[in-house]
């Protein structure tokens, strides 16, 4: 997918930080993707056309929030996620004039109560809206004037809903009209008897019955619930923004419990799997060369790392989808998809026969190379967290990080979580919270760069570091210590006390 923005920067505290337990920064992600829309959605279907062939049909969505009948959408866009799109090429022309519409449960029942009570709208107030409305109205009223029964005019340049907003809008004025869409933004306008009007209106055929501008209105949600229903495997890469956006904009608003969303989720598709999570795995396991993004991890598992064992399966694009072939397309989101794919059949292949030790079968089945994929299944990367991954069908296993630093100041009064991090900046990045007036808490998922860091501030003079201890640094075991001693010394002089009385 891609979206108007990942990060909200209006929202304090809102970046995600090496602190963050997975609930936490649910939270934090939850906000953000309330703001934020999405503009591109990518589907490739892998389809196993003979023993060891996959043939994709990858597809590109422009996606726009639905305007028919339900309260307007408001979305936010990020400076830097709009230039970053638009240096990829992204057509935002297409993206606003020719969005798919889209909407939620929520969304979806109250148009379905206003097309019952016949109270919906398009929720625009633009002129320009106004003026297609009443330029068409003008046309229609100036013909029928002179027109024949049966005879028929054609209105042009209608976008959107724009096609049923007009249609509705003559039918209700004008009852010797009927009207019908032709496709290619025109609609036709036929002068036809009351008696004609009627039969036509009771026709299954009419495209402006309520289940059919009900089915317009939902659009990709439509193609959502059947992904839902044939319950396939889900690819994606680092892909918890991807999953919480199909949740928010297709099922339902984002619950305010991250234990919920992970059950509504794992419901919704019970095998996900994540190729960033399987090719850190490959990394370990076959001597993957270091990546950094889909695009490379793809590259790399093209090259052939097991030129001895039996061939990987061949991936073929579709007739339509052939210039994914000839030329790359990164960040736009059918090309992303395919490349999401076939990274997994590859590093699934290369699995199995490390796994195997090569003796694989010349045309391993889906069901195998899934087998090899089982610990990785439902397990979606986690950036920069507590966690290493997300786990949507089980508990969520905490992340290896090295330890944690403390670092006491002496002699620099005032010092801020931010001077702190400028600090250490050159060093690593290293996430800090402030622990008490004078210390500080430095996070890295480096461990080369913690004992850098141990080393090289062994005799700074006004920053001591070292290796954080709960039971020593922490504040409200700090606190707890004092109380017990403070006890402690009350019950020991009572007890002398009361002993030299009885004396």
């Not at 064992?309 to 989808?321: E, H, Q």
């Amino acid at each position: 997918m891609e979206f108007t923005g990942l990060h909200s920067t209006s929202l304090q505290n809102n970046e995600p930080s090496l602190f963050d337990s997975p609930a936490e920064r649910y939270v934090k992600a939850r906000q953000s993707v309330q703001h934020f829309t999405l503009v591109q959605l990518g589907l490739a279907i892998f389809s196993k056309e003979n023993s060891n062939k996959y043939v994709v049909h990858s597809y590109n969505f422009f996606l726009f929030p639905s305007t028919l009948g339900i309260k307007d959408v408001e979305f936010t866009l990020s400076a830097s996620s709009i230039q970053f799109l638009s240096h990829y090429g992204f057509d935002y022309n297409k993206f606003l004039k020719d969005g798919i519409p889209y909407m939620n449960e929520v969304q979806e029942k109250i148009l379905r109560q206003r097309l019952l009570a016949g109270t919906w709208k398009v929720c625009s107030t633009s002129n320009a809206d106004r003026d297609v409305l009443k330029k068409a109205i003008d046309e229609v009223t100036t013909w029928i004037a002179a027109a024949k029964e049966e005879d028929t005019m054609i209105l042009q340049d209608l976008n959107g809903y724009h096609m049923i907003d007009v249609q509705l809008v003559l039918r209700q004025a004008l009852e010797n009209v009927w009207t019908e869409p032709l496709g290619d933004k025109k609609v036709m306008v036929k002068k036809v008897s009351p008696e004609h009007r009627q039969l036509l209106e009771n026709s299954s055929y009419d495209r402006c019955q309520k289940k059919l501008i009900l089915l317009s209105a939902r659009g990709f949600t439509n193609l959502f619930q059947i992904l839902v229903k044939v319950k396939k495997p889900l690819v994606g890469h680092n892909m918890l923004m991807d999953l919480m956006h199909l949740h928010d904009k297709f099922y339902r608003p984002l619950p305010e419990s991250y234990e919920e969303f992970k059950r509504n989720i794992h419901n919704l598709f019970p095998v996900i799997i994540d190729t960033k999570t399987v090719t850190k795995s490959v990394q370990k396991k076959c001597l993957f060369p270091r990546v950094s993004n889909l695009v490379e991890a793809y590259a790399v598992l093209c090259s052939n790392l097991n030129p001895k064992g039996p061939p990987c399966p061949v991936i073929a694009l579709a007739s339509g989808c052939s210039r994914y072939a000839e030329k790359k397309f990164p960040h736009e989101a059918g090309y992303d998809a395919f490349l999401c794919g076939s990274v997994l059949l590859m590093s699934a292949h290369l699995l199995l026969c490390r796994s195997t030790d090569g003796a694989v079968e010349a045309e391993p089945s889906f069901s195998q190379y899934l087998a090899v994929l089982a610990e990785h299944v439902n397990k979606v990367n986690f950036i920069r967290g507590g966690v290493s991954s997300i786990n949507f069908s089980g508990e969520d296993s905490p992340c290896r990080h090295p330890p944690a630093l403390v670092v006491h100041v002496r002699g620099w009064p005032g010092l801020t979580e931010g001077q702190i991090y400028q600090e250490f900046k050159a060093h690593c990045r290293f996430d800090v919270r402030r622990l008490s007036k004078n210390q500080f808490i430095l996070l890295s998922n480096k461990y080369k760069k913690v004992r850098h860091v141990l080393r090289d501030y062994r005799h700074h003079p006004h920053l001591q570091v070292s290796v954080y201890r709960h039971w020593r640094h922490s504040p409200s075991v700090n606190c707890l210590l004092q109380i017990s001693g403070i006890v402690a010394l009350w019950s020991l002089l009572a007890f002398v006390l009361g002993g030299a009385r009885s004396c």
